[in-house]
């Protein structure tokens, strides 16, 4: 995992705790990873896990309160300060967000046409018009947006169109990198995937990197390159989108995959318990109280981050160092703590 | 308690032969609110058929799928059977007794048998309730029970959900618990009344994915353990797939497809259920393939289109799906997405004002813009059809009248399919034409 | 319990300014309560009472002696005036305050709930109320209660919770229709709940939260009120209780022969009562009202985050 001067982002133990009355929740804690030009990183992991708060965390767009730790390297150059004016200045013109519900994003009472013009004039002032719409139009196209409704209002357009109308404000200024946080989700079927296929179709036409939160391990695995895998504020696992699902190689990516129900599923399948309180996480890996797999080095010790034989790098003892294994150390864990059956998320 | 082996399914087929529930011909149409002003002056503001002619019926010990989009009626339908949508037509009958015809007192006493499971467990829950009391709550509605008895059949119903140690969650409130908690909480005030039918509106669509099986399992065991039967509404296929006996598939207020699951999903006919099943996400990366996805999106119940209601999407479309002027429209529109801004710009110019094709009619009338003739409109048409003669909406275009002030274009008369047998299963589309039908194949038969 | 819990769960979590503003409103407001409570002992001589031991009082004296505060030209003693004063205003504006908190809340409920021409005819004359300035409703009531009942407490807190009602009612009736529509109420008349089961049991607890707020808000409004009422003659008489307002009228014409202290106490105790009033309705609504509250939020400090 070296840090090669191509990449859009690099992210090197980015810590993100929220301060809450009980303590800090340590939201995101610890985690590393590049992004190379108009690729398209899945971020996945059951809620409370985190994966919002590193989208926002990225973006600078933390609540009050929150304490952001690390290094984050953008195309090169070391991120300003959060809340700094450099950083508001990237924002919408190289950094972007696709949020869940699109109407937090729209005005109602503006036209698309002005969206568009006071995006565009909030980091290119005096643009004309014409050169707006020109721009405009051209990502609307893309997003499948016929030019015809350019002077329309925000409710004159379905749920669907609404959100590819945020993509399209989130792209228009093209910038290298977006977060969209689950943009399905609120979103029928049939448009879900029309949306997902237009994600996918992004790097095409434009070069715009991505990293997408998703609920739905089926959206990562036809739209995404590379797959994060992230549980109680770490990444997990980390690799190549079709490797990983092909042979997932945490237990955690495992349960996860075989818990989804699929058009394939014939029994269910779950993991048991719930992502842990994160002012409180468990020692060692965070994984081991649910874990088929924990053995007593896990109740312990922290596993190191490795690279696998299939190229993953994955957080878990199962893969060594052997060299850092106290002895006896893999032996089964036989105390579990108690799981009650409804302890879940 | 790891993983459950497979076996724990309840066995798929066994015998449903006594009716449970059935609905016949059921409307359910809400009057529009329109302005004060329209309605002070007693304008017709128009209606949303949520539920529009719909036969079902449900059998003892089934699970019954209803799925659709959002919009296609499945919560009102599900409403509807606990007589908590108002009825506009047609008949719901509950062991002989008529649900339509029912209020207050015997209203009531009929839902101690049906009861209902939300999509919003946060909602669903009074948030100013604890756990025992909301979960009790039905007993003493219907005075079944009290004091001891009464927190003995509360322990009971949490502990057969799950909630184990009951006494942990007796005193909590809603906004303590998980989601996943939460929807257990409303599960076992649905079952504490020992009903025979259970109406599950999405239950697990607002769970975390690692939660959803854990749901579903339980509503299997709880099916086994209490011989009840459900009507499982939701969008997501995968779980319809694994979870129901019989899938109806809606779209608009109808039913367009319905059959057993295993038939639906060997060989879904009605192109809508295609493109549903279609447009899965695989988890196999290997077996993911490009897909034809239906353009739009479900359109505004107030003003459905003519003929088949799913025409303006489908891709098999043809002459009597009921083609009308606000195709033309589409047509227009998604053929100015895929041309560059300066052609866009000149095409617009030569037609006039698309506005005017917003009508329900089988007749289109496309004006010419300022300085333009009806020539130069057709010719417009005519690059449009070349660039993509496949597309179904000629299919339906009778003919073209070019005239100097635009292009008038009549469509083919359209029909409303109805719902027919079609091999094993049940479809409403003109594909599948009633037997001896001269209407014969259409032009272009799915691949 | 549930809703006690509910209401005082924000209180834990303030911290700073509305804080501050809290505290002080209740110590304010817990010093007039202290007066009113023990008016008995706390005053020396009664609220119409102008001789003592057979001794009449001196007519306009001065602060200091015998009379602490002076006495007025009615040769009432000032400070026990005040004192008792304190426990009019504060029965007035229990009782009205409570009167209309309640009222208010039963016909919004009910309205909210059953819909129809009932809540159309109940929002018309709630709206009617409310277009009313205050006062002018309360002078109109004011008259009609004293012919009717005479000027005491109880026909002044009923004209305030005339006044105050319509509030009260918008406030419930708006949050009954928006709970109405919830899943919740849906659920519960699925189980099979009646009207009234699901008013007293989903829909109270989830519109109530509201109702403190505006009450403590209010309180310091009908203070105000009452002390205008007295003003004009109509709140309490003389000689059925001790009002403030009533007191600040009489003491009108003293201030030009120089003599103070037969207005300033009144006056400074309807000011202080009303600022304290106020400050817990504020810091009430700032603690209650999720929008204006400032959770408290643990510092992280650096350090913490490299082990
Ligand atoms: N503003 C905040 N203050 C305190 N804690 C917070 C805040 N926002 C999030 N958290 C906590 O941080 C953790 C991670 O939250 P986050 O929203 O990033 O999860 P997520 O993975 O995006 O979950 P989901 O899949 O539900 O969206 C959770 O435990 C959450 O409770
Ligand atoms: N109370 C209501 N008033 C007016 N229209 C309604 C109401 N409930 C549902 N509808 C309309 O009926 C249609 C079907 O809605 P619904 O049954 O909720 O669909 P689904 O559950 O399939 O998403 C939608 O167009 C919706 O807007
Ligand atoms: S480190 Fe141990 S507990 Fe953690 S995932 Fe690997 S095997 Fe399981
Ligand atoms: S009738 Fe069949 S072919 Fe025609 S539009 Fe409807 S679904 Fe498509
Ligand atoms: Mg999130
Ligand atoms: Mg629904």
């Known amino acids: 995992m070296s840090t090669t001067g191509q990449d859009v982002l690099s992210v090197r133990d980015l810590r993100v705790w929220y301060g809450t009355e009980r303590g800090a929740a340590r939201a995101v804690d610890g985690v590393s990873f590049d992004l190379r030009p108009g690729e398209i990183l899945g971020l996945v992991g059951e809620s409370g896990c985190g994966k919002t708060t590193l989208g926002r965390g990225l973006l600078g767009l933390l609540p009050r309160g929150a304490f952001v730790d690390g290094d984050v390297t953008f195309k090169g150059k070391p991120m300003p300060a959060v809340a700094s004016k450099e950083y508001r200045a990237l924002r919408g013109a190289e950094l972007g967000m696709i949020f869940q519900e699109p109407m937090t994003r729209l005005n109602p009472l503006m036209r698309i046409s002005e969206h568009f013009e006071e995006t565009v004039r909030a980091h290119h002032p005096g643009v004309s018009r014409e050169r707006v719409r020109h721009a405009a139009l051209e990502v609307l196209r893309v997003m499948g947006i016929p030019p015809t409704r350019y002077r329309s209002y925000p409710h004159e357009f379905s749920g669907g169109m609404r959100q590819r109308l945020t993509i399209a404000l989130a792209l228009v200024l093209r910038p290298a990198f977006i977060v969209a946080d689950e943009p399905t989700t609120a979103l029928d079927v049939l448009v879900e995937a029309q949306i997902i296929k237009i994600l996918a179709d992004l790097r095409r036409e434009f070069d715009t990197s991505l990293l997408l939160i998703t609920h739905n391990l089926g959206i990562v695995s036809e739209a995404c390159d590379r797959v994060a895998v992230m549980y109680a504020g770490r990444i997990v696992e980390i690799g190549d989108a079709r490797q990983v699902f092909r042979s997932p190689q945490h237990p955690y990516t495992q349960e996860l995959l075989r818990s989804t129900i699929s058009l394939s599923t014939t029994g269910l399948s779950f993991i048991p318990g719930s992502p842990p309180d994160l002012v409180d996480p468990p020692a060692g890996c965070r994984f081991h109280p649910r874990c088929p797999h924990a053995m007593r080095v896990c109740a312990t010790q922290a596993p190191v981050p490795l690279e696998v034989a299939g190229g993953q790098r994955v957080e878990c003892w199962l893969h060594g160092p052997e060299s850092q294994v106290p002895p006896g150390g893999g032996e089964p864990l036989h105390v579990r703590e108690e799981l009650s059956v409804a302890d879940e998320a | 308690m790891p993983t459950k082996p497979e076996a724990a399914r309840a ?437 | 319990m549930a809703v006690m819990r509910r209401v005082l769960a924000p209180f834990r979590e303030t911290v700073g300014f509305s804080r501050w503003m809290l505290l002080a409103g209740i110590v304010i407001v817990a010093f007039f309560v202290v007066l009113a409570v023990g008016a008995e002992w706390i005053a020396p001589y009664g609220y119409a009472q102008k001789s003592a031991d057979g001794v009449d009082f001196p007519k306009l004296a001065e602060p200091g002696g015998d009379h602490l505060l002076g006495t007025d030209r009615l040769f009432f003693d000032v400070w026990s005036r005040v004192v008792w004063g304190a426990r009019t205003a504060l029965e007035v504006i229990v009782l009205a305050v409570a009167g209309s908190m309640i009222l208010g809340l039963a016909l919004g409920l009910v309205s909210g709930y059953v819909g129809g021409w009932f809540d159309r005819i109940l929002v018309l004359v709630m709206d009617a109320l409310y277009a009313f300035p205050p006062l002018l409703l309360a002078i109109v009531f004011g008259f009609l209660l004293a012919d009717k009942i005479g000027a005491g407490v109880v026909s002044a807190a009923l004209s305030l919770t005339v006044v105050y009602l319509p509030q009260y009612f918008r406030v419930v009736r708006n949050s009954t229709i928006s709970a109405r529509e919830s899943t919740y109420v849906e659920a519960a008349r699925a189980l099979g709940a009646p009207g009234r089961t699901v008013i007293t049991r989903y829909l109270f607890g989830n519109v109530i939260h509201s109702v403190p707020v505006i009450g403590t808000l209010n309180a310091a409004d009908a203070l105000g009120t009452l002390a205008a009422l007295g003003f004009l003659g109509l709140g309490i008489q003389p000689t059925d209780g001790a009002d403030w307002g009533f007191d600040l009228s009489r003491a009108l014409d003293d201030a030009s022969s120089g003599i103070w202290w037969t207005g300033v106490f009144s006056g400074a105790a309807i000011v202080l009562l009303i600022t304290g009033l106020t400050l817990v309705g504020e810091g009430l609504n700032e603690t209650i009202n999720p929008v204006l509250r400032k959770k408290r939020l643990q510092k992280i400090r650096r350090e913490e985050t490299i082990r």
Request: proline fraction near 8%; aromatic fraction near 6%; glycine fraction near 8%.
């Open chain 2, 11 to 447: 066995p798929r087929r066994a015998e449903h032969d006594e009716t449970l529930l059935s609905i016949r011909d059921l409307r359910v149409h809400y009057a529009l609110r329109g302005s004060s002003l329209a309605r002070l002056f007693g304008r017709d503001v128009g209606t949303v058929k949520a539920v529009d002619g719909i036969d079902l019926e449900i059998a003892k010990g089934e699970v019954l799928g209803l799925v659709g989009e959002s919009g296609s009626g499945k919560s009102t339908l599900g409403r509807a059977v606990l007589g908590l949508a108002p009825i506009t037509g047609g008949s719901i009958a509950y062991e002989e007794r008529r649900i339509e015809t029912m209020s207050g007192r015997a209203l009531r006493e009929v839902r101690r048998n049906l009861q209902m499971v939300f999509q919003d467990p946060s909602a669903a829950l009074n948030p100013a309730m604890d756990i025992e009391t909301a979960v009790g709550h039905p007993l003493r509605i219907h005075r079944l029970a009290r004091g001891d008895e009464l927190r003995r059949r509360v322990v009971d119903a949490l502990e057969r959900v799950g909630l184990s140690p009951a006494d942990q969650f007796l005193t909590k409130y809603p906004g303590e618990l998980s989601g996943g908690q939460k929807q257990r909480a409303v599960i076992a005030r649905a079952i504490i009344l020992d009903p025979v039918l259970l109406i599950a509106d999405e239950p697990i669509s607002m769970l975390d994915m690692s939660v959803r099986s854990k749901l579903l399992q339980l509503m299997l065991d709880l099916k086994a353990d209490l011989d009840l039967t459900y009507v499982y509404i939701t969008h997501d296929l995968a779980s319809a797939k694994f979870f129901c006996d019989r899938v109806a598939i809606m779209y608009l207020g109808r039913v367009v497809e319905i059959g057993t699951t295993e038939e639906i999903f060997a060989d879904p006919k009605h192109p809508y259920t295609q493109s549903l099943v279609g447009a899965i996400p695989d988890l196999d990366p290997d077996r993911s393939t490009p897909r034809d996805l239906p353009r739009g999106e479900i359109p505004d119940a107030a003003s459905p289109p003519l003929g088949c209601a799913f025409h303006p999407r489908c891709p098999q479309a043809f002459d009597k799906c009921g083609w009308e002027s606000r195709d033309l429209r589409v047509l227009l529109e998604s053929h100015w997405t895929t041309v560059p801004e300066a052609e866009y710009d000149a095409e617009r110019a030569i037609i006039g004002d698309v506005d005017a094709l917003d009508l329900p009619d089988h007749v289109a009338a496309l004006p010419a813009g300022r300085g333009h003739s009806g020539g130069d409109v057709e010719r417009v048409l005519d690059t449009i059809h070349a660039a993509d003669p496949d597309e179904p909406f000629w299919r339906g275009v009778r003919q073209r009248r070019v005239v100097d002030a635009g292009v008038g274009i009549d469509f083919h008369e359209g029909e409303d399919p109805a719902l027919r047998p079609a091999g094993g299963v049940q479809v409403a589309c003109h594909l599948y034409p009633p037997p001896g039908d001269a209407a014969g194949p259409p032009p272009q038969p799915k691949e």
